[in-house]
């Protein structure tokens, strides 16, 4: 999804026939799921309780922010509402068994962008997306559009989800508190997101000028 000046100047989404199955295979296997569209989440309810019951020690990043948001009023419809006229862009997933985590990954591995974080205390969560539309095609895009080369380009990223991306920019920054497989594509590491890496790296940079109250 790409907005420019307030007008939408590409979009893709999932098949939700596609979506349908998924989400009927997650049912199936007791997995749960959050839906994310170009508003708003449709949660499994279970998605948000096994946060709060089941995590009570170091988070991986994508779940670390998660648990962030739902301290800070994140907001999410159930997963009964969604729709067919609803555009999804991606769904994410959270199994507390390794091999129903492997299972996702092989049977969607040829059709969607499978990606399983890392471990968090004997809880696996990842997200399906399209193949075809990564955040590296979306640099790639805004960079033409701009008429601008990719060598002006600067990514942040923490989790496998992003590799696309840093490898597609000229400067691929990674979290400290992101995963270490990304962190072999980076060009260098920045504080985590909640230390204010971008901040600090964009200052480095000379990209802005430090915040004066």
């Excluded at 648990?67 to 769904?91: C, G, M, P, Q, T």
Aim: glycine share 6%; charged share 30%; hydrophobic share 35%.
């Amino acid at each position: 999804y790409i907005e420019m000046k307030d007008k939408v100047v590409y979009e893709s989404n999932m098949d939700y026939k596609d979506v349908q199955e998924i989400l009927s295979f997650f049912e199936e296997h007791g997995i749960a799921s959050s839906v994310e569209t170009n508003e708003i989440n449709y949660d499994d309810m279970r998605y948000t309780s096994w946060v709060y019951e089941k995590f009570h020690g170091p988070l991986n990043s994508e779940l670390e922010r998660f648990k962030y948001f739902l301290e800070h009023d994140y907001k999410a419809r159930d997963l009964k509402e969604l729709n067919e006229s609803i555009k999804v862009k991606k769904i994410s997933f959270l199994i507390d068994k390794e091999e129903i985590s492997q299972m996702i990954m092989e049977r969607y591995k040829d059709t969607y962008n499978v990606t399983a974080f890392t471990n968090a205390q004997g809880l696996y969560n990842g997200e399906i997306a399209q193949k075809t539309c990564t955040k590296g095609t979306g640099v790639k895009m805004v960079s033409e559009l701009l008429h601008m080369p990719i060598t002006s380009t600067i990514g942040f990223g923490d989790e496998m989800n992003d590799v696309e991306m840093i490898k597609t920019c000229h400067v691929g920054v990674v979290m400290e508190n992101g995963c270490d497989e990304l962190k072999q594509y980076a060009t260098c590491i920045c504080e985590s997101v909640m230390d204010d890496g971008i901040y600090y790296e964009c200052l480095r940079r000379k990209l802005i000028d430090a915040y004066k109250e």
